[in-house]
Nanobody, 126 residues
Framework: QVKLVESGGGLVQSGGSLRLSCAASGFVLDTYYIGWFRQAPGKEREFVSCSISSVSSDNIPTYADSVKGRFSLSRDDANKTVFLHMNTLKPEDTGIYYC????????????????WGQGTQVTVSS
């Protein structure tokens, strides 16, 4: 069965870093895109980043303007895990982060994604 599990969230101070993990199982990871979304308290879920799992020069990830230059994607093929490296974190980055399997790199949570993880909480203090 297809399954996605996020981990790595926590509480950090502004300017700190976190690495989120999205562990995938039940499918061939490199044949799908993995999208990252986040949802802050009282706000709608928003796009963060998306890329085919095999990040390379031929597959450039897409990032939301709010995280460009601070977040980056990588993967561990052996463990079928996609990582979201989050640097220079800001309080505005606070929220529940979700990863999702997609058929293309959509910035719309309602288009192109069929499986989602349960999310991991990221809290950035001032």
């Amino acid at each position: 069965q297809v399954k996605l599990v996020e981990s790595g969230g926590g509480l950090v101070q502004s300017g700190g870093s976190l690495r989120l993990s999205c562990a995938a199982s039940g499918f061939v990871l490199d044949t799908y895109y993995i999208g990252w979304f986040r949802q802050a308290p009282g706000k709608e879920r928003e796009f963060v980043s998306c890329s085919i799992s095999s990040v390379s020069s031929d597959n450039i990830p897409t990032y939301a303007d709010s995280v460009k230059g601070r977040f980056s994607l990588s993967r561990d093929d052996a463990n079928k895990t996609v990582f979201l490296h989050m640097n220079t974190l800001k309080p505005e980055d606070t929220g529940i982060y979700y990863c999702a399997r997609g058929y293309y790199c959509s910035q719309n949570e309602n288009r192109g994604y069929d499986y989602w993880g349960q999310g991991t909480q990221v809290t950035v203090s001032s």
